[in-house]
């Protein structure tokens, strides 16, 4: 049984930076995709970034592409998001998935396991 950790959240100003991390135990870590995805306040849960196994490739949205990182350790079997440039839209509660398999995904009912989030929060 996977299972997965995020800490790090937390409340941030506005151009502001914070780093969110994520980790993993409980099974091959090398062999997962890792996801990160964020849910705001009535609304849907939306794909934030993706980085492959290797970490070679990394995928994000577009509302955060050039802002955030995706990045993955798999010595200490953790994965980081670094966000710069934080807007007050961006707030949200952050939860890391993991997704069996060599293909990324920005599908929340294609990842298998999932953490319990950590809420970031972006004042204006």
């Known amino acids: 049984q996977v299972q997965l950790v995020e800490s790090g959240g937390g409340l941030v100003q506005a151009g502001g930076s914070l780093r969110v991390s994520c980790a993993a135990s409980?099974?091959?870590?090398?062999?997962?995709?890792m996801g990160w995805f964020r849910q705001a306040p009535g609304k849907e849960r939306e794909f934030v970034a993706a980085?492959?196994?290797?970490?070679?490739?990394?995928y994000y949205a577009d509302s955060v592409k050039g802002r955030f990182t995706v990045s993955r350790d798999s010595a200490k079997n953790t994965v980081n998001l670094q966000m710069n440039s934080l807007k007050p839209e961006d707030t949200a509660v952050y939860y890391c998935?993991?997704?069996?398999?060599?293909?990324?995904?920005?599908?929340?009912?294609?990842?298998?396991?999932w953490g319990q989030g950590t809420q970031v929060t972006v004042s204006s």
């Open positions: 998935a993991v997704r069996y398999g060599s293909s990324w995904s920005m599908r929340t009912d294609e990842y298998d396991y």
């Open positions: 409980g099974g091959p870590f090398s062999r997962y995709v």
């Open positions: 980085i492959s196994r290797s970490g070679s490739s990394t």
